[in-house]
């Protein structure tokens, strides 16, 4: 009769909170469990541990799931264990020394992963509120990737009172969270989705998603304790599988399965007397069917015509897993803010890699939009200009390993090493060439072919690096969505330095001036004492030395390899054509409009970037046959006569 009611007392004691117990005693009744235990019938254990509010249980959990907790074979009593020479340190729970035991002595307990996982969670409440802000953040960390109906009120208990700003926004995040999955109440559930609404962190998509999942059924009518998300056509692919599966139908006979049966039940020529002659025919070879399923030769199955009344005879609905309707509405409500907000940033984004895009094609096209715009020069080694800055970059960084000091000094040796080689060319061979843009094309072309194998022989066809320094690594995220890179914004503000710069030299030197005459009107320029020909080799070598920074910029985030003009020529006279020929300004405003419409093409369409250029070249084709001069035409040379 004890041994009956010994194990009925424990259930109480462990079960009841009148009946609380020390922990010894737990440990003391306990004790087989706990030696060997298993996640189905340790978890009341475990809890009763907790519940005894001993500060000793929260050392003991710990250590048991460390697997440091021993069982000294001659009391039964638990220690904590640590190796001490060849035998064991034994501390107890409550942190007193009790001396030393041989490793035979002791029987080391080493719970499953199963039973590890029921401590941790157990021992939330424990370090919830512990003083070492680190094992508070720990305690966060689990609950987060084991969250669990018994975490929701340690973890409110917590939040009053903590200290720190950061863990408390985290509790009180977490909080959110398990009253959303865990709460009984749906008010507090429905509060709890509503503080999330246009909050659009991964996590709380991933909390409120769940609650809108949905099961689809099948059914004679309706039923009115469903949450109903949506009713469904008969006509519905697999609806008639639903119908088997839900047991409301017989499964569907197909044509081979049906002329198969009576094939195997034909007698005498006919088939549960139905003639042969009939059989030719679909109604008559279910006339037989329905005959031997009668008979029980066959078993039951529907016909076409039996499907197609079962479906209209039955309804089909899709029903949320979530039952409280409050509930779905709420997260309904709130996925709906989330997308509203995550369009909006979406967009957001996406202007922001436009800008940037822009930008590099901005930097890439100013130099040849002055030497095209002033001197009507086709430089189709313009690309090479901004190669060559780039390789002049890797050069300085094998010489100056600070990536920081070299990238300073890289940009005024890029200028003046293609201010250089500009000049050059212009005095050697684009001199020679005016009013002859066709045979300028086919030079600089043939240049342009020259400089990139002499580029080959110098240092290979393997791509070279140009490392940005260490500040320009990572990007500057907003939030999960709107992210860009620090090395495109520092283009950025390269791209309006030079729009700065160049607004500045055209309009506040001398050097502008002359230009601005010599492209308004070059005789005229002339006979006021301007030299249009010193004028011509100048912008020509401006023009070179800005592609020439531009290749430094581009090289930081692009492959530096002789076809790295290449890649840019293209977009660069396209911005030009587009913006207008010679206007600062319409390179700014081509560049704007090429890299947002290039961007909008590979937002639609994302796994083909190469369509997207095809569909801006188609574009522009099409932009310059309305408006030749571009969006903002100039006059004079540059815009032809």
Not at 3 to 24: D, I
Not at 315 to 327: L, P
Not at 413 to 433: P, Q, S
Not at 631 to 640: M, P, S, T, V
Request: aromatic content about 8%; overall charge neutral; proline content about 5%.
């Amino acid at each position: 009769m004890f041994r009956l009611l010994l194990p009925l007392a424990v259930a109480l004691c462990l079960g009841l909170p009148g009946f609380a117990q020390t922990l010894p005693e737990i440990l003391s009744l306990e004790r087989a469990k706990i030696e060997k235990p298993s996640r189905q019938t340790i978890g009341p254990v475990i809890d009763a541990i907790t519940a005894t509010g001993d500060p000793a249980a929260a050392a003991l959990l710990r250590a048991w799931g460390d697997r440091h907790l021993g069982l000294r074979k001659s009391d039964g009593a638990f220690f904590v264990i640590a190796p001490e020479g060849a035998g064991w340190a034994l501390t107890a729970p409550d942190g007193t020394s009790a001396g030393l035991a041989a490793k035979a002595d002791v029987t080391e307990l080493k719970p499953n992963a199963g039973v590890r996982e029921l401590i941790a969670a157990a021992l939330v409440q424990f370090t919830l509120s512990d003083p070492d802000p680190a094992n508070r953040a720990r305690a966060l960390d689990a609950i987060a990737k084991s969250p669990a109906a018994s975490q929701l009120e340690p973890l409110r208990a917590a939040i009053a009172g903590e200290t720190d700003p950061a863990l408390k926004t985290r509790k009180e995040r977490l909080d959110t969270f398990l009253t959303l999955q865990f709460d009984p109440d749906s008010a507090a559930r429905i509060a709890a989705i509503q503080r999330l609404e246009g909050d659009t962190a991964l996590d709380a998509r991933g909390a409120l998603n769940p609650l809108l999942l949905t099961t689809r059924h099948a059914a004679t009518a309706l039923p009115s304790d469903e949450n109903i998300a949506a009713i469904l056509p008969a006509d519905l692919p697999g609806a008639y599988d639903l119908l088997v599966t839900a047991g409301l139908a017989p499964a569907r006979l197909t044509p081979k399965d049906q002329k198969d049966a009576l094939a195997a039940h034909l007698r005498d020529g006919a088939v549960a007397g139905v003639p042969l002659a009939d059989l030719a025919t679909q109604s008559g070879r279910d006339k037989a069917y329905e005959a031997l399923e009668q008979s029980g030769a066959v078993p039951p199955a529907a016909t076409d015509a039996e499907v197609a009344a079962a479906l209209k005879s039955h309804v089909f609905y899709d029903a949320y897993r979530e039952k409280d309707k409050g509930v779905t509405d709420a997260a309904r409500a709130a996925l709906a803010s989330i997308d509203t907000k995550v369009g909006l940033m979406t967009a957001t984004d996406l202007g922001l890699d436009a800008l940037s895009l822009a930008s590099i094609y901005f930097l890439a096209a100013i130099g040849l939009a002055i030497t095209f715009g002033v001197m009507r020069v086709i430089n189709m080694a313009h690309g090479e200009f901004i190669m060559m800055g780039a390789y002049t970059g890797y050069v300085v960084q094998q010489l100056i390993p600070n990536y920081t000091i070299s990238i300073v000094v890289a940009l005024p040796l890029a200028f003046a090493v293609t201010f250089a080689a500009g000049v050059a060319m212009e005095r050697l061979v684009i001199r020679h060439l005016y009013k002859r843009p066709l045979e300028t094309l086919l030079a600089t072309f043939g240049i342009s072919i020259a400089l990139q194998q002499i580029a080959k022989n110098i240092f290979g066809t393997q791509a070279r690096p140009l490392t940005a320094p260490a500040w320009l690594d990572g990007q500057l995220a907003f939030n999960d969505i709107i992210a860009i890179s620090y090395i495109r914004i520092a283009i950025f503000v390269l791209a309006l330095a030079f729009l700065a710069f160049f607004l500045w030299l055209m309009k506040r030197t001398r050097l502008g001036l002359e230009v601005r005459a010599v492209t308004q009107n070059p005789t005229m320029a002339a006979s006021m004492g301007i030299d249009p020909d010193r004028i011509n080799m100048l912008t020509f070598g401006l023009g070179s030395g800005i592609a020439g920074i531009a290749g430094v910029a581009i090289g930081l985030f692009a492959k530096v390899t002789s076809e790295l003009g290449s890649d840019y020529i293209v977009q660069s006279f396209m911005t030009v054509v587009v913006g207008g020929v010679g206007n600062i300004w319409g390179a700014l405003a081509g560049a704007a409009m090429i890299g947002g419409f290039q961007k909008g093409i590979e937002w639609l369409n994302p796994a083909n970037t190469l369509a997207a250029q095809t569909y801006m070249i188609l574009f522009i084709i099409l932009f310059i046959q309305f408006r030749p001069r571009g969006i903002i035409a100039l006059k004079g040379r540059a815009a032809g006569d």
